[in-house]
């Protein structure tokens, strides 16, 4: 391939508000976050051409949960490849049962019409997998994941990705036994790359997250962004997804899967 694809950032908030012209300007590919179904509905009537907007359920957003139903994201749910962002919050002060009926009803909904799912874990690692695992649910990215060795080694056995920021320990991810093509790059922007010191604080920025990676695997960071499209790619064609993105984001995961890659024994 004669010219690198462009960054990913697999997590981050941005205002509805934003143009797509002005989104196309950070030069990345971007997954952005909603809280509320409400939030998503905004998004509705934009035809942005490199960032895709998820549906989403915030645990911690009390009104995100007080608004909730099952239906009404079931029908929301063909406008996007992304559910986004949902999961549990154990330090917020949202209801943790209707929290837990709520993630339990989107994992369903994923396991019959699959997505990628970008979960929230903050204090919930362990009841968030064992939900995973009860629902069957593919396509689960774990953001911002903050478990244990074990409950990381659970995850990979789950089949779970890992979305990163420039907040998180990789060699900790590594040291748990998370190879290179279980993880994805994000920001979390706002609070992710302003807590990681980063160059930049905006969505897409995830080059410090590439070099970071590339440190912690002994690579370089053009060999670890070959992987992140790579990895995109598989799980977006295992999942069926691909006419849900916007053509020239769907050009770009073609194009992944005729690229070079990382071998396995780079998977350190």
């Known amino acids: 391939m004669s010219r690198q694809l462009p960054p990913i950032d697999m997590h981050a908030h941005v205002d509805t508000r934003i143009s797509a012209r002005d989104l196309e300007g950070l030069g990345a590919v971007v997954f952005a976050a909603t809280r509320s179904l409400a939030e998503f509905e905004q998004t509705l009537h934009r035809r942005d051409q490199v960032t895709i907007w998820g549906l989403g359920c915030h645990p911690g957003v009390r009104t995100a949960q007080a608004e909730f139903d099952a239906e009404h994201f079931a029908g929301l749910m063909r406008n996007t490849p992304l559910l986004s962002e949902v999961g549990l919050d154990g330090a917020a002060r949202t209801d943790t049962e209707t929290q837990v009926r709520i993630f339990r009803s989107i994992l369903a909904l994923a396991a019959q019409v699959p997505r990628i799912v970008s979960v929230h874990s903050k204090r919930a690692t362990s009841h968030v997998l064992d939900l995973v695992e009860e629902s069957g649910a593919p396509g ?44 994805l790059p994000e ?3 706002p609070a992710g790359n ?8 905006q969505p897409g920025w995830t080059l410090d997250v590439e070099r970071a990676v590339a ?15 790579s990895t995109l790619a598989g799980l977006t064609r295992s999942l069926d997804l691909d006419a849900l993105f916007p053509m020239p984001v769907r050009a770009m995961l073609e194009a992944a899967r005729h690229q070079a890659t990382v071998p396995p024994e780079g998977h350190a």
């Open 140 to 183: 689960i990215v774990l953001h911002w994941w903050l478990g244990s060795q074990s409950e990381t080694q659970r995850a990979v056995g789950l089949g779970c990705l890992f979305s990163v920021n420039r907040s998180m320990d990789y060699e900790r991810l590594r040291r748990a036994g998370v190879p290179l093509d279980r993880l």
């Open 187 to 189: 920001t979390d922007h």
């Open 194 to 201: 302003r807590a990681g010191g980063g160059l930049l604080t």
């Open 215 to 229: 440190d912690a695997y002994a690579l370089t960071p053009e060999e670890v962004r070959a992987q992140f499209w």
